[in-house]
Each structure stands twice: as C-alpha cells, then as structure tokens.
C-alpha cells in the first residue's frame, strides 16, 4: 500500500514540478504539497509590512504566524512575489520554523511535495526522489505563457534574468540550496510537455515503488 508515502519533486523555477507532483499525487491517491506557497506567503507578509524580506527577525515571525488563509492568497505569484520568497527562503530560522509543519503533512497523509529541498532536508529518507529540470530559456519561456494567460504582459528577456538570478540565489544559499539529493532521479523536462513529462515521471516511480 502506498499509505504513508513521500515523493519529493525538487528543481529550478518553473521547471514544472507543480503540474508533476499535482497529477502523481491524484494518480498515486496521495495528499499534495507546494512547499513553495510557504515561502511565498511568508515574503508576501513581510511585503504587506513594508518590511524587508532579508530581515531574519522579521521573517521568521510571519513564517511562525502563517495561516492557511495565507496560503490561499491570489497574490502570491509574480515578480515582486518571486523575489521575496526567494529571500525569506534564504534565511535559516524560516526554514527552520516551517520545517516540522511539513514533515508532519507528509507523514499525516502521505503525499507528494515540491519544492528546493524536499529530498535533501525535508525528507531525506523518502524512496522516491525526483529532480525536474529544463533548459532555462524553456523554463522562462513557460513562465512568460504562465503570466500572459494571467494578462500579464512581461518582456520575455527580463523574465529569463529574473529566473537565473532566483535560481543562482536558491542555488547557492548556506542552508538546504537547491540541488538533486544523492539518490535522486533527475527528469529533463526541455522536450517534454506536461503529458510527456508525467509518462516519463509514472515509469521512474513505478519503478523505485516496485
Ligand atoms: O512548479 P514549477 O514552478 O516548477 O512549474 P509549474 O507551475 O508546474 O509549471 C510551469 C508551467 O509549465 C505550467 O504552465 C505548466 O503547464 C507548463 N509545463 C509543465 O508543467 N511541464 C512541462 N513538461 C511543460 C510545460
Ligand atoms: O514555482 P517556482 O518554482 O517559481 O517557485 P516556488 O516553488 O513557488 O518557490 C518560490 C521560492 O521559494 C523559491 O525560489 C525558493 O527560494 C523558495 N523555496 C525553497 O527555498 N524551498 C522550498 N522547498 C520551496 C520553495
């Protein structure tokens, strides 16, 4: 039985773990975690305060008060978004404050959750592990559809610098950067739609889960 089980899906920006880690969840008849909502609902408090994201007091006091109701805010996604989560991610006594709230969601439910450093920190010991990746100016590219289908019309230039810039800084963080855990399954992504990546995905997890 699959009760109880953790998938960790980690990878760059807008590599499409959500889309993955959703429809494995669905498949699978497990619970679904964008950890990534944490930290972007952590960064959009501290916005609303017109405080600074790198603040590390600061920070770790909306990390600690975050609701659900944060979670479901329509504004949490978007370059200013984007930028603030990624500090506030930076910072090790957030991490450190939304790191037990995660560990039990997955163990409640099982389930499946995305993020930088799911396989690495927060459940190294899970049995399936799965790195997306995609070239970066694919990745820009879906994130430039992404904000054109919310009306938003960015320059497709400054959305590639803003993924790389993101990605450098998740990347080389002291605490838990964003990289492939030791046993991890890396999946690119580059020439695969969504359809394509998830058949891809099911057969490394078919084959990990026996
Ligand atoms: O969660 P993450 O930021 O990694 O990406 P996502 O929100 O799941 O996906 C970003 C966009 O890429 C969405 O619009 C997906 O439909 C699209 N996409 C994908 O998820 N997977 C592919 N293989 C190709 C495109
Ligand atoms: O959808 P996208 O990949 O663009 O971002 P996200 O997964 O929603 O994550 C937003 C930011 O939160 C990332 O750039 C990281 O700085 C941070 N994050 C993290 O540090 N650890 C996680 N497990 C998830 C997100």
Redesign the pocket.
């Known amino acids: 039985s699959l009760a109880g089980v953790v998938i960790a899906?980690d990878?760059?920006?807008?590599?499409?773990?959500?889309?993955?880690?959703?429809r494995l969840a669905e498949s699978l008849g497990l619970s679904y975690l964008?950890t990534?909502l944490l930290y972007r609902a952590t960064g959009r408090r501290l916005l609303d305060e017109g405080a600074d994201p790198a603040d590390p007091a600061r920070a770790e006091a909306a990390a600690r008060a975050l609701t659900p109701e944060d979670l479901r805010r329509p504004d949490l996604r978007g370059p200013a978004a984007d930028r603030a989560a990624s500090a506030v991610a930076a910072i090790p006594a957030v991490r450190a404050a939304l790191l037990d709230w995660q560990r039990d969601f997955g163990r409640t439910h099982g389930a499946v959750l995305?993020g930088r450093d799911i396989g690495t920190v927060v459940f190294p010991e899970a049995p399936v592990k799965l790195f997306?990746t995609?070239s970066d100016e694919?990745?820009a590219r879906?994130?430039w559809?992404?904000l054109r289908?919310r009306g938003v019309e960015a320059d497709p230039a400054q959305v590639l610098a803003e993924l790389r810039a993101r990605d450098a800084q998740d990347a080389s963080r002291a605490t838990a950067p964003m990289k492939p855990a030791g046993d991890a399954l890396l999946l690119d992504?580059t020439a695969?739609?969504?359809?394509?990546?998830?058949a891809a995905a099911w057969a490394l997890v078919r084959e990990r889960l026996g």
Request: hydrophobic share 40%; aromatic share 4%; proline share 3%.
């Open positions: 899906v990878g760059p920006a807008a590599a499409g773990k959500g889309t993955l880690a959703r964008d990534g995305d997306v995609a694919e990745r879906r994130r559809l992404e289908g992504t695969l739609d969504a359809e394509a990546a998830f």
